[in-house]
Each structure stands twice: as C-alpha cells, then as structure tokens.
C-alpha cells in the first residue's frame, strides 16, 4: 500500500481508517517499557532490559499482531487504540492524528512492500523518555513526571513515584537503531536533565544527522555541549513548555526564570534555525492568563506557532473546577481576544482548551454527583487548599498575580 493509498483508506469510514504508528517505531517509557506509542502508556508490549535487539522486536511477532488487528478493522474495538478511535469520535486529536498531520515517511512505500515480502525493515519512528529525572517543579506535575517533585509530594502527603530510568546499560539499544530513523521524538522529564539524551544526539550526529528530531524541553537550561550538538544536526525542531509570560506567574507556575528559558529559547533558534513551537498546558492556575500568553509571544521571531491543546487533567488544579458561570464568562472573554489572531505573527496550531464544553471537562469524581451549590462550594476548597500548599512552596501567593482567581477566593 502507499501512501496514497494510506490516504485513500483514511477517507473511508473511521473504523477503517489505519493509524501510521505500529508501521513505523514505537515508544521507550521512563521505567523502560516498549509500548505502541505515547497514547499506549498502560499497554506494555515488552521490557527494554528483556529484548535483546529492538529492531527485531519490531520486525516480530508482538507487534505484528497490532498491525494485523489494525488491518482487519480492529481500531474502534482493540486496546489501546479505541482511547484514540473515541478521541477521534469526538473530534479531539490523538497521537493517530498528530503522526497523519505531521509525519511524512520517504521510506513507507518500500517499507509496506517489505513487510509484506517477510523481510527486515528499520524502525522509522522511534519516541523515549530515559527518564523522569528533571530539573524543574511545575505546579501541574507530579513525581510520577518530575524526579523533583519527589519532595514536594512527600511534603503534600501525596503518593510518590521513586525515580525511573532506563538503566544505562540498555542505552546502546537505542543507539543500534538510530541509523535508519526518519524521527525521533525525546521527551522528559527533562532531557537535557539527563545527560544521556546528549549521548544518544552526538550519535545521531554521526550515523544519521539528517533525521528529524523533535524535543520537548523546558528550557530552563541547555548546556553550552548540549547546543554545541544540535548545532551539528540539520533537523531538529523544538517545542517548549511555557505556561506564563510574566516574572511571578512564570516562575509560580513553572518553577523558573522567565528571562533564562527565553534567552535559551533565542540561542537554540539561533543554533536550529527553526522556530519553536510554544505548548501552553491550560490548567486554573494560568487559565485567567491565555491572553496575555497569546500576545506576548506577538513579535518574537523565535516562535512559529503557539498551542493551547486542552486542560491539564489533574483533580487539583483542572478547569472544570471553576463555576459555570465563571468558566462561560472566562471562555467568551477569551473567544474575543483569540478571534482577531493575526497568523502573520505566528500561526495558532490549536485552541482547542476554547472549545471544550463546561460538562465535558474531568473534574474529581467524588464531587460529580453533588447538588450544584455544594458541588461549587467543595470545588473551590479542592482548588484553594491545594493553591495554598503551593504558595507556602513557592513563597507567595498565586492570587497577588491572577486577580480573576483573588476575586473568586474573596468574593463567591
Ligand atoms: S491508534 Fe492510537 S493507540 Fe493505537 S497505535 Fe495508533 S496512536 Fe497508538
């Protein structure tokens, strides 16, 4: 099948329709396990430390099998792909829809025809987090994400999740298949927290400097060595993870310094040549802030493309534990602003956090089935206790910058 034919097969009915995934890589987690892509996170397929060579992982018969059900139309109804099948339903994009949208394969064509001739072909896509060893401590994380957070949980009474890590030793594994990637995808924790991430790109410099690589980083610090590396890679395109633009509320929310992560930001646009692509996680806490966010990145060269994907899912800072009335408020003021985008500043890849209706957001569930006025009442306290255990982290009080979020603790 090509390409086109891929295409074609897309425009059939969505049951039908193939995701590009299992026909190309796979994902690495933190703790070493090898799923079919990020979405597949609870569905282990094997070990790193248990699999040998992972190109022949891939080219056998544990992933066959998800090729196989794909190709029979299983999509709606096979675990883990029908969480992206009722993404989809729903018009909302998962990973299936990112590969569609935004990875093109020179090697497909071929690569189908050898697979259906029985022979060896190399991973193409290839996804990993080495770790979650990071160097920051942002309000919406948690330990299970950020070694940093380990404290911080332990202070909140939280469960903690110890460190994970691909153990050293299984690096080598991933090095072997470098050579035949069309992308690779690095996330963290942070990976320039995990010096091994540096080891992985110097041998990609070598073996095949033109793969595509994308990075999802921080920037809150990326090593002299670490950009003298990037400088000698001729694709790599960026995506960081800022929240908040101003001096208090950046470093409220992600634990930093505004100033260093945008000067990093100009340096790796410098070294890429490529503009970065700013992914804003769209919690409570910066909620009252998208607009402000949207237009401080207006003139800056070093930006392509901004994205409020959706909300941040957790129970202690999501959306959806605001008011209606105060969310339908927020939503229309926010509608207003983001309606007038003047793409010639940078292009807006997703405002889908505008759309999401009041009653589809995830909120806890032991407040779901309350009376709406204690239901409110029980939201707020979730939300200003939790606000609190942060300030009392960070040093001051969140509501000193967000005056919607004073106002709503005062007032209601
Ligand atoms: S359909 Fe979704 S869950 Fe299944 S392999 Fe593709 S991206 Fe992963």
Redesign the pocket.
Known sequence: MSELEYDKRKENKLENSL????FTGF?IGPSGNI??????QN?HLAHINDVDDLESFYNDSVMEK?RKE?LLGA?ST?K??????NMEVQQLQ???V??DNHFKFKNFDDDWNARLNNETRPIRYLEYTLSNICNADCATCKSEWSSKWQEIDRKFGRQVTPLQKVKDKHIAKIEKVLYGLEHLMIKGGEPFADIRNIRILKKLTEVNPSCKINIISNFHAITPEAMDILANLTNVHFTASIDAVTPETYKWIRGGDIEKTIANMKNVYKITDNGITVSVTVSLYNYFLLDKIKDFFKDKEYVSDVKFSGFAPEDTHTVGLLPEHMYKKQQDKLKKAFANHDNNDYRLTSTLALDIDYKKIKRPAYVRELEVELKEKRMKDIFFRNLDKMNEHRGFDLCDYVPELKEWRINT
């Open positions: 995701c590009k995934s299992p994902y799923v079919l892509c990020c979405m597949a569905t998800y794909l999509y096979m883990p792909c029908d969480t992206c099948y998962p990973f299936k990112s590969m």
